[in-house]
Nanobody
Framework: QVQLVESGGGLVQPGGSLRLSCAAS????????MGWYRQAPGKQREFIAT???????KYGDSVKGRFTISRDSAEDTWSLVVNNMEPEDTAVYYC?????????????WGKGTLVTVSS
């Protein structure tokens, strides 16, 4: 099993920046892909980005340009930096991890952290 805990959410002014972090614990050696999703009020959960253990990144079409995902392999953490934030970025942000297929490919979710963009 893998446990995920997000941190870094809160209130941000429009145009500001935010860094979210996700810390993994448990069977972290199983993890092959790490990522972020978000869910705005009244909307479906939306893909933001993923990064692999080989540092290959992928971004959702709606977030390209302002979002950057990175990882710290030594600390079993990964982060999401969001620049030039907009009120439409208000959402609960979830970190995600997926096991390597060798271990079954199971996906894991954090409980989410709320980000509110408002003046």
């Amino acid at each position: 099993q893998v446990q995920l805990v997000e941190s870094g959410g809160g209130l941000v002014q429009p145009g500001g920046s935010l860094r979210l972090s996700c810390a993994a614990s448990g069977s972290v050696f199983r993890i092959a892909v790490m990522g972020w999703y978000r869910q705005a009020p009244g909307k479906q959960r939306e893909f933001i980005a993923t990064i692999t253990m080989g540092d290959i990144t992928k971004y959702g079409d709606s977030v390209k340009g302002r979002f950057t995902i990175s990882r710290d392999s030594a600390e079993d953490t990964w982060s999401l930096v969001v620049n030039n934030m907009e009120p439409e970025d208000t959402a609960v942000y979830y970190c995600y991890a997926e096991e390597d297929g060798y271990y079954g490919g199971k996906g894991y979710w954090g409980k989410g952290t709320l980000v509110t963009v408002s003046s």
